[in-house]
């Protein structure tokens, strides 16, 4: 059988494309923030995708004795919905003020709704107290095109608020939502910096799943069907070593700690989400934690196919000089994928930095695929000179699953770059969390089928490395010249030449070499990447060469 040819042209753009997509950061829904006197500006934005009837509340908390009884304060807020993803997520701050009471699209094409409104405190004590601010909700509006006036259609939403609600959402999708609070003296705006003040104003954003939003519920599902596809994992893989203990290969332990890691992994970040959905904010430091070890998972996971490809205890005992080579690509992967989680998480992922580690990553990926694909075809070839079918067999089915996970992934590459990127108004927005969940998926289903083909079973022995089987070739063709020099030079007495054996050999070495050219293709990658002598086998050899010497 035909080994299929690695497709090294692919996987540059493959891992180059890949990792330079919307890494989303997980939306909070509850925000504390702190507001006083010495602030030149008390303008907030916040965005967060929103289910329908998402009800908006805003509360405020401080101590009353701290703020001067004469004065009053004005709370004014801008709703916005579009259904451009980019207009929401990727406007600036400063940009984002400066649409404050804004009635018409950004752009053509970019419709969406608007509401306005606004609540006055006489006092703090006024501004402290919980209360209904509005008999009923603000109406909405449609945005209308750059060059109009505002619509007059009004939306009235039926719902009464509740005590502290302000605004509600009208529709599944994201939403810019901006407040100002301005301090008065009297009803004199300039007077207000005389004074000092300092309170807390908590906004809340709750809907029919909870604190979670649209683009967060499903990665939420994922994550917990994922858990308990790993604890299957982990059931099944003790399984296995339970019944066959005295049979285990090195090569399983390193997928029982991989499996073990994928479960924590996903554990973690679904209790993540958990934690959003009841509590609408996370720990940061548990965030911290969870990125930490996903980058460790990933780094062994990475290694791990690495190791099947170069025929650790399969067709080599042990992996000498290419060990560093292992580590150095394991641990600098390690810290490129740590710098790139921990910034995302503290909001410091942007400019440099970020471009910095998403070409750091992607380059390193793309080394470690390349040096995949090179191992298998050399592991291959290396098995069949040796004519071993059964490791054979298991390398073609490994080789088969990886082509279709390179192919799978360009598809998915196409398709994100087509939806995401390379559009002017991002609508796709309810499909981001496939972006993050396909590659989670996919090494999940790589690392079963190299669960089911290396699993512990009575026959493991047959494919871990074996020096009497793998080398009893070799040591048979170093034979016959080790004799040949061992009597050149030297006339045999009584000897007649024997034509018919010297047929046969020649019969059996052209036999050899047919059965080489038919069964060994010579593709683009046997010739640009020669192969790669086993250290075993060259050890031995070497150590034959010096007994021919002495």
């Not at 009800?55 to 004005?74: H, P, V, W």
């Not at 003296?185 to 005389?194: N, P, W």
């Not at 990665?219 to 982990?234: A, E, P, T």
Request: charged share 20%.
């Amino acid at each position: 059988m035909k080994m299929p040819d690695a497709p090294p042209h692919w996987l540059c753009f493959l891992f180059f494309a890949c990792f330079f997509r919307l890494g989303a950061a997980v939306e909070i829904s509850v925000w504390n923030i702190e507001i006083n006197s010495t602030q030149e500006e008390h303008n907030i934005v916040f965005r967060k995708t929103l289910y329908s009837n998402t009800t908006i509340f805003m509360r405020f908390q401080g101590d009353t004795a701290s703020c001067d009884k004469n004065l009053a304060f004005n709370i004014s807020w801008y709703l916005r919905s579009s259904v451009c993803y980019n207009e929401v997520f990727n406007t600036a701050d400063s940009k984002a003020i400066t649409m404050f009471g804004m009635h018409h699209m950004l752009k053509e094409g970019w419709s969406g709704f608007y509401s306005e409104g606004y609540v006055y405190f006489d006092n703090c004590s006024s501004l402290f107290s919980p209360k209904v601010y509005y008999p009923e909700f603000y109406p909405y509006q449609p945005l209308t095109n750059v060059q109009s006036d505002p619509s007059n259609q009004s939306l009235i939403w039926p719902d009464k608020p509740d005590i502290g609600a302000a605004a509600t959402a009208w529709e599944d999708s994201p939403y810019l939502f901006i407040v100002k609070v301005q301090p008065l003296f009297h009803g004199v705006e300039s007077e207000a910096a005389l004074r000092n003040f300092a309170f807390t104003m908590k906004v809340e954003m709750k809907g029919p799943h909870e604190y979670s939003s649209p683009a967060d519920w499903p990665l939420m599902m994922f994550f917990m069907v994922m858990c308990i596809v790993y604890v299957l994992f982990g059931a099944l893989w003790l399984f296995w070593c339970a019944c066959y203990w005295r049979d285990l290969l090195r090569i399983q332990f390193w997928i029982g700690a991989v499996i073990i890691l994928g479960m924590l992994e996903k554990a973690v970040f679904y209790s993540e989400y958990q934690s959003i959905h009841y509590k609408g904010d996370y720990v940061q430091a548990a965030v911290i934690f969870a990125e930490l070890l996903s980058a460790l998972k990933r780094s062994l996971a990475r290694i791990l196919v690495l190791i099947v490809s170069l025929g650790y205890g399969i067709v080599k005992p042990r992996l000498g000089t290419t060990v560093p080579r292992l580590a150095a690509v394991g641990l600098l992967y390690l810290l490129f994928c740590s710098v790139e989680g921990v910034l995302r998480v503290t909001g410091g992922f942007y400019g440099t930095v970020a471009l910095v580690a998403n070409l750091s990553l992607s380059l390193i990926d793309s080394c470690v695929m390349w040096w995949i694909f090179i191992s298998l075809s050399q592991t291959t070839r290396l098995l069949k000179l040796r004519r071993n079918i059964v490791k054979l067999s298991l390398y073609q089915h490994f080789t088969n699953t990886l082509i279709f996970s390179v192919v799978a992934s360009i598809i998915v590459v196409i398709w994100t770059t087509r939806v995401f990127k390379l559009v002017d108004c991002q609508t796709g927005w309810r499909d981001l969390w496939v972006d993050d969940a396909f590659w989670r998926l996919l090494f999940s289903t790589i690392l079963l089928v190299i669960m089911v083909l290396l699993r512990p079973s009575a026959n493991s022995q047959r494919f871990s490395h074996s020096p009497l089987i793998d080398e009893d070739d070799d040591e048979e063709e170093a034979k016959e010249p080790m004799l040949s020099e061992a009597f050149e030079g030297m006339k045999m007495r009584g000897s007649k030449p024997d034509t018919n054996g010297s047929q046969k050999l020649l019969s059996k070495e052209d036999e050899d070499m047919k059965w080489v050219e038919e069964n060994i293709p010579t593709t683009v990658a046997d010739v640009a990447l020669p192969a790669m002598l086993d250290e075993e086998e060259e050890i031995l050899k070497t150590k034959m060469e010096r007994s021919k010497m002495e």
